[in-house]
């Protein structure tokens, strides 16, 4: 079984540019998660979707970030216009149920702004 | 504040020993603590779940404890490999949410 996939696995963009990042969760899985470590924190939540829809989306930055996941399987985040401060690496992660159900998490994109 | 602690920061142990990474939160209302081992370069990979009524939770080498009184998990490893090498972080959950509230992390190096 194919795990959760991150696409792409670097970018390095100068300020102001957009980027879009990629998830493919695990197939099957309705939810699906974004999380954002930035150098020398800890890993924070961004959003979680229940399907297409955004069950929590409180951890998200600020409206230079748009999330989304169309028929509800793989989801995209962009970042526009990019600031220097969103430099990090992005996880993804998926999970069949919730509460107790593990979170699979993708090998994370590390985003560079210059 | 919902916050994770972990201690140490990091750690260096010989192949074979064994070693006990400590974990405080004040996360509130809590829902379940995980532990997650994330190798140098990777995402993070679930090592065991454990709800308020678990006291103890084992993955082969790796054993979860909760006191959910004190608020304090420590995860356990036992004859410890040179593939133990990495980061260990302590996750607790929020009941009624989907957020996951991190630690920092244990880094763990284990030398021949």
């Known amino acids: 079984e194919a795990g959760v996939t991150q696409f792409p696995s670097h970018s390095v963009i100068e300020k102001g540019q957009t980027v879009t990042l990629r998830c493919d969760p695990i197939s099957g899985h309705d939810n699906l998660y974004w999380y954002r470590r930035v150098m020398g924190k800890e890993i924070k939540f961004l959003l979680h979707?229940?399907?297409?829809?955004?069950?929590?989306e409180s951890g998200m930055p600020n409206n230079r970030f748009l999330a989304e996941r169309t028929g509800g399987t793989y989801s995209t985040l962009k970042v526009q216009p990019a600031e220097l401060e969103d430099s990090g690496v992005y996880f993804c992660?998926?999970?069949?149920?919730?509460?107790?159900?593990?979170?699979?998490f993708g090998p994370g994109t590390r985003l560079t702004v210059l | 504040k919902n916050q994770v602690e972990q201690s140490p920061q990091s750690l260096i142990i010989l192949e074979g020993k064994n070693c006990t990474l400590q974990?405080?939160?004040?996360?509130?209302?809590?829902?379940?603590l995980r532990w997650y081992k994330q190798d140098t370069g990777r995402g993070p990979v679930s090592l065991t779940i454990m709800t308020f009524s678990e006291n103890t939770k084992s993955n082969g080498r790796y054993t979860a404890t909760l006191d959910a009184d004190t608020k304090q998990s420590s995860l356990h490893i036992t004859a410890s490999q040179l593939s133990d090498s990495a980061s260990y972080i302590c996750?607790?959950?929020?009941?009624?949410?989907?957020?996951?509230?991190f630690g920092t992390g244990t880094r763990l190096l284990v030398s021949p």
């Open positions: 996750v607790v959950s929020i009941t009624g949410f989907q957020k996951l509230v």
């Open positions: 992660a998926s999970s069949q149920g919730w509460n107790t159900d593990t979170q699979y």
């Open positions: 974990c405080n939160y004040t996360v509130s209302p809590f829902s379940n």
């Open positions: 979707f229940v399907k297409e829809s955004k069950q929590d």
